[in-house]
């Protein structure tokens, strides 16, 4: 079965940084594009970055671009997410999944940024 387990979240004030990770298991990692998506209180689910099979092709949703970093260790079947100057409106829950399937996003992980 495949299994993403988002961990690394918590309570940031403003400007500050975070960095997620993803431990993947149940299928071969390095065959799959990833993403990250998360979801806010009250909120559509909306998808923050992907990254390809490789590593070397990533992209962003507006909001966050220039502040989030999408990386993967494909020796270690782990996704990153490096997160800087947050803000309010980053407060979410985090979930990682396969590009290709947003329902196989696993346990998240919630980000709080607050003063």
């Known amino acids: 079965d495949v299994q993403l387990q988002a961990f690394g979240g918590g309570l940031v004030q403003p400007g500050g940084s975070l960095r997620l990770s993803c431990a993947a298991s149940?299928?071969?990692?390095?065959?799959?594009?990833m993403t990250w998506v998360r979801q806010a209180p009250g909120k559509v689910l909306e998808q923050v970055s992907v990254i390809n099979s490789g590593g070397g092709s990533t992209s962003y949703a507006d909001s966050v671009k220039g502040r989030f970093t999408i990386s993967r260790d494909n020796a270690k079947n782990t996704l990153y997410l490096h997160m800087n100057s947050l803000k309010p409106e980053d407060t979410a829950v985090y979930y990682c999944a396969k590009a290709s399937d947003l329902g196989s996003r696993g346990q998240g992980t919630l980000v709080t940024v607050s003063s």
């Open positions: 149940g299928f071969t990692f390095r065959n799959y594009a």
